[in-house]
């Protein structure tokens, strides 16, 4: 009788956890009540380490950037590289595109991994499944690795949010079914930062918080009468933003701040003035942002259309390297390019190239290796020639740099079994 009351206990506490936060926090009790609990989280990575990185710039270009012009060249392959020429950096034995030659010279602080390959090339699901380890459904909508940051560790700045994207990518999934306390403050334009986050003019702090306590009057009935998580999330969206008004930590968006010829440095377009933002946001105490690049889907002119993407890129992640290292920054930094695919080996009759599922990306700081690359192309960017690595080993590894539990199992609000990237194995052997 005296294990079925305590059972009866601890089954309480887990739906109380399930019903106030909206994901099952306890996993270490659910084999009490499940014979599936113990496989949920079969196959995750079990590999943990003392963090080597507490923020995260996730720089994501948007439509699927092509590796053969950037990251991954054949040099003297005319047939898959066109008019691109490779160059050599400052990493012996490691070349990139000739579009990159600010990058070029700091990649013996970068390790490039030209073996990534993803299991789609459509933009939406190849996307979904870059951001968030999962492929996209329905019934689901997972959340990304800012807001498992967000759920495990919590802020880095408790006035500040926990997790930032910059850019317009509408199909971001932001905190999918955790709650919206753990989802990314978005911002269209970095140069405006945040809109509308002083009262009005006239607008005292005593009137502001006459108004705000009747707001919360006028709430209460209904906030008793439906005591569950989303109205909770809905009023306690309204204290954040209240205490995030009241901090002095807001000047973090304002990027009137910087130094003219460091805005420069970095390009007055919007995805350079994004990564400056990003760094201000870091020194902050903001732990994860995103910053979009859009327009690689590059199916016509890819030899004019991305020599003009990557000055963009160039000047912006040179500048952001850079900046990050002068301020010590970059060690304690993970600095993250990527894309939803790659594209086509094969030129097109338009002079572009389609989508493909190889590609690559590339990690600076964090506490990974530089000048190194893991992974390899065949001789015509085709095909995969050794260390296959998919999102979810990538994203396994991000998390691996921040100390997250990738094995622990969490509950979504439907009662299914999540990890933080899912199946994804750590590249570990890229540490120092």
């Known amino acids: 009788m005296k294990a079925t009351n305590e059972l009866s206990r601890r089954t309480v506490m887990t739906r109380m956890a399930q019903s106030c936060l909206g994901v099952g926090l ?14 949920a989280g079969e196959g995750a990575a079990t590999a943990m380490q003392a963090p080597t990185a507490r923020n995260v710039i996730f720089l994501y270009m948007t439509g699927g950037q092509s590796h053969l012009d950037t990251w991954d060249p054949k040099p003297g392959n005319t047939e898959v590289m066109g008019a691109t020429k490779a160059i050599k950096t400052s990493a012996d034995g490691v070349l990139i595109g000739e579009y990159l030659p600010r990058t070029a010279r700091l990649m013996h602080q970068a390790c ?19 951001h968030t380890s999962y492929g996209l459904r329905s019934t689901i909508k997972h959340p990304g690795l800012g807001s498992w940051l967000s759920f495990y560790q919590g802020p880095g700045n408790p006035d500040l949010p926990p997790y930032v994207f910059i850019g317009n990518d509408s199909r971001h999934p932001g905190a999918g079914y955790m709650a919206r306390k753990h989802g990314p403050l978005m911002i269209n334009n970095p140069e405006t930062g945040l809109q509308n986050v002083r009262p009005q003019k006239g607008v005292t702090d005593d009137r502001f918080a006459m108004r705000r306590d009747m707001a919360q009057a006028l709430d209460a009935e209904f ?18 933003a209240v205490r995030m008004m009241k901090s002095e930590d807001l000047v973090a968006f304002d990027l009137t701040k910087e130094p003219a010829d460091l805005r420069a ?17 870091v020194e902050h105490g903001v732990r994860f942002i995103e910053v979009s690049l859009g327009s690689w889907d590059t199916h016509t ?13 160039d000047t912006a992640l040179s500048a952001l390297v850079q900046d990050l290292d002068s301020r010590g920054l970059l060690q304690q930094t993970m600095i993250v390019l990527a894309s939803e695919f ?18 690559s990306s590339v990690i ?51 009662k299914r079994p ?15």
């Open 342 to 359: 790659g594209r086509t080996p094969k030129i097109n009759q338009n002079q572009g190239r389609d989508h493909y599922p190889i590609f």
């Open 364 to 414: 600076f700081g964090g506490g990974i290796k530089g000048g190194i690359k893991y992974g390899a192309t065949d001789k015509d960017g085709a095909q995969i020639a050794a260390d296959k690595v998919g999102p979810p080993d990538l994203n396994a590894t991000i998390g691996y740099a921040l100390g997250l539990p990738l094995c622990q199992v969490i509950y979504s609000p439907s």
């Open 223 to 240: 906030q008793n009468r439906w005591d569950v998580p989303g109205v909770k999330a809905y009023a306690d969206m309204y204290d954040d």
């Open 112 to 130: 490039v991994i030209n073996s990534m390959a993803t299991n789609t090339a459509a933009h939406e699901q190849a996307n979904y499944f870059m």
């Open 301 to 313: 002119a890819n030899f004019i259309s991305t020599p003009r993407l990557c000055e963009t890129l």
């Open 418 to 432: 999540f990890t933080v990237a899912d199946k994804g194995q750590p590249l570990t052997h890229l540490f120092a």
């Open 265 to 281: 440095k970095y390009g007055r377009e919007t995805f350079g003035q994004g990564c400056l933002l990003a760094r201000r946001l």
């Open 26 to 39: 306890l996993p270490s009790l659910e084999h009490l009540f499940s014979s599936k609990a113990l496989a």
